[in-house]
């Protein structure tokens, strides 16, 4: 059985995550989607709130799971039995830095391999950071996320703004 994780920060989950998810759900028997504890500097999303809202948008996939982790990714996939890790690549500034994080994981971990999977193209923009920005200044955002995302981001920077 293939098991595979794939680690993010999340903050938000954008339709270009989810469009990695389903594709990653369909190769593989099971998907552990994992958000990364203490990744962002200032997250939108406590990690409880990331969580929630990818369990949400992936209620429909029954072979996905979605959790969170603290420490070193190849620790976690390890103690999950998972083999692969899964990443998006959207263009070559990605490259460099998923090269690097994939040779340093096989080397701490030989066993655990990491495949990549290409953005599709109407995503190769995207990030959450961008969603981020543009909702900041009150940008139309239902294009990158889904409209429950869009709620819980337009509810956050309303918190934000009152503060
Ligand atoms: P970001 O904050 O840049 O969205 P994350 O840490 O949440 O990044 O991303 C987790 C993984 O998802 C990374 O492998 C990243 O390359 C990938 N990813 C992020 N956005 C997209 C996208 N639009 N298309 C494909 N992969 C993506």
Do not use: C, W
């Amino acid at each position: 059985m293939t098991r595979a994780i794939y680690p993010g920060s999340f903050d938000p989950v954008t339709r270009g995550h989810l469009d990695i998810i389903e594709r990653a759900g369909r190769t593989m028997e099971h998907l552990t989607v994992a958000v990364l504890v203490n990744s962002v500097k200032n997250p939108l999303f406590t990690v409880e709130e990331r969580v929630e809202l990818l369990r949400r948008e992936t209620a429909h996939l029954p072979n996905v799971e979605v959790t969170s982790f603290n420490g070193l990714l190849v620790d976690f996939a390890r103690e999950s039995g998972a083999k692969v890790i899964i990443r998006g690549l959207r263009a070559v500034t990605d490259f460099e830095y998923e090269l690097q994080m994939a040779q340093t994981n096989r080397k701490i971990a030989p066993e655990v391999d990491t495949l990549f999977l290409t953005t599709s193209l109407e995503y190769a923009y995207l990030s959450s950071s961008i969603v981020k920005e543009v909702a900041l200044y009150d940008g139309d955002i239902s294009a990158f996320v889904t409209p429950e995302v869009e709620h819980a981001v337009k509810e956050k920077m309303k918190q934000k703004q009152n503060r």
